[in-house]
């Protein structure tokens, strides 16, 4: 069973940063989109980022676009999210999302999703 493996979730104060890593299986890393989603409680889990398996395809949900950073180390197996300027709103369970394409990853519709690590912005 393949396992994606968040972490580097915690508390931080507004305006502040945080760095989220995603480990994947070398077995499926380098041939799969990557994307990161959050969701707070009594919410949708939302888009947040993608990036292809060549790193050339990048988008970002409009919410975060201009504070965060999405970017993958092939030679590690992990993908990241530098998040930056944080804010209340961007407190949420943070989930790795794999899947073949970056379409089918915004969709959802990839193959693994890790456990997800929580991330808290205090005011």
């Known amino acids: 069973q393949v396992q994606l493996a968040e972490s580097g979730g915690g508390l931080v104060q507004a305006g502040g940063s945080l760095r989220l890593s995603c480990a994947a299986p070398?077995?499926?890393?380098?041939?799969?989109?990557m994307g990161w989603f959050r969701q707070a409680p009594g919410k949708e889990r939302e888009f947040v980022a993608v990036?292809?398996?060549?790193?050339?395809?990048?988008f970002y949900g409009d919410a975060v676009k201009g504070r965060f950073t999405i970017s993958r180390d092939d030679a590690e197996n992990t993908m990241y999210l530098q998040m930056n300027d944080l804010k209340p709103e961007d407190t949420a369970v943070y989930y790795c999302?794999?899947?073949?394409?970056?379409?089918?990853?915004?969709?959802?519709?990839?193959?693994?999703w890790g456990p997800g690590t929580q991330v808290t912005v205090s005011s």
């Open positions: 999302h794999s899947g073949r394409t970056t379409n089918m990853v915004q969709e959802k519709q990839g193959e693994y």
């Open positions: 070398r077995s499926i890393f380098g041939n799969y989109a």
């Open positions: 990036i292809s398996w060549s790193s050339t395809i990048i």
